[in-house]
């Protein structure tokens, strides 16, 4: 049969256990069905094509996504399409077009969950594909929801990656409340990454701006560490 090389960017393929393992595992698997052409499953997808994959874990937003991706030519040349990465800054990384000038790559990104704004500019993002809407949507449907339930002074939290900015600017541009005044508050993610920026010190700003409706934006991880702070103080 016919061969088609798949490169594969996971967050952490590596990963014993969690959601970083598991959408690597997905793919997979998916493969797999795909290849096996007696099973009952997805057998009518390219029933003359094998697909074969080369995967590499890249984290999300941690500046891996580029060597990842020249790890996949040595290991998988030629290959024509990449599922991931999973975040919108290592996307941005692999897909934007100064890159891909200067590498010559022109495969085409298969983007699972990246849903940045900016990520629509199709001459600045050449052969990339996203699974999800993006967050101009998601922005218009809380702005929604804010109007149903009359919530019309809020704040807004978020980290400084290219997906959070763009989703509390997207969110921003939409609402037709009030903004707190100093109830826009933004932070570096490696600086909360390293310990400088605390939970403690995000929620005190938030606090002065009296915020009780917060538009959050960030990490998961993130999120978790802030939720834990505000419940145990």
Same mark, same amino acid.
Do not use: C, K, Y
């Given at each position: 049969s016919n061969i088609l090389p798949l490169g594969v960017l996971c967050e952490e393929a590596e990963s014993d256990t969690g959601f970083a393992r598991e959408g690597c595992d997905h793919v997979l698997h998916t493969v797999d069905r795909i290849n096996d052409k007696t099973d009952g499953w997805y057998d009518n997808i390219l029933p003359n094509h094998t697909i074969v994959t080369a995967t590499r874990s890249v984290g999300c937003v941690e500046g891996r996504a580029q060597s990842g991706w020249l790890e996949l030519e040595e290991s998988l040349p030629g290959f024509t399409a990449v599922i991931g990465p999973i975040c919108s800054?290592?996307?941005?990384?692999?897909?934007?077009?100064?890159?891909r000038n200067s590498t010559g790559n022109r495969a085409v990104v298969l983007g699972t969950a990246s849903t940045a704004p900016m990520l629509g500019d199709d001459a600045e993002y050449p052969n990339l594909a996203r699974a999800l809407s993006t967050d101009k949507k998601l922005a218009e449907g809380l702005v929604d929801l804010c109007a149903s339930l009359k919530w019309d002074?809020?704040?807004?939290?978020?980290?400084?990656?290219?997906w959070a900015a763009g989703s509390? !600017? !997207?969110?921003? !541009?939409?609402?037709?409340?009030?903004?707190?005044?100093?109830?826009?508050?933004s932070f570096s993610l490696s600086a909360f990454r390293n310990g400088s920026v605390h939970a403690r010190e995000l929620l005190s700003r938030l606090e002065e701006a009296s915020a009780r409706v917060i538009f959050i934006a960030t990490q998961p991880w993130v999120q978790r560490a802030i939720f834990a702070y505000a419940y145990d103080h």
């Open positions: 800054n290592d996307v941005a990384d692999v897909a934007g077009l100064a890159w002074r809020v704040a807004i939290l978020h980290d400084d990656t290219v509390a !600017a !997207a969110f921003q !541009a939409s609402f037709h409340g009030e903004v707190l005044r100093g109830g826009v508050v």
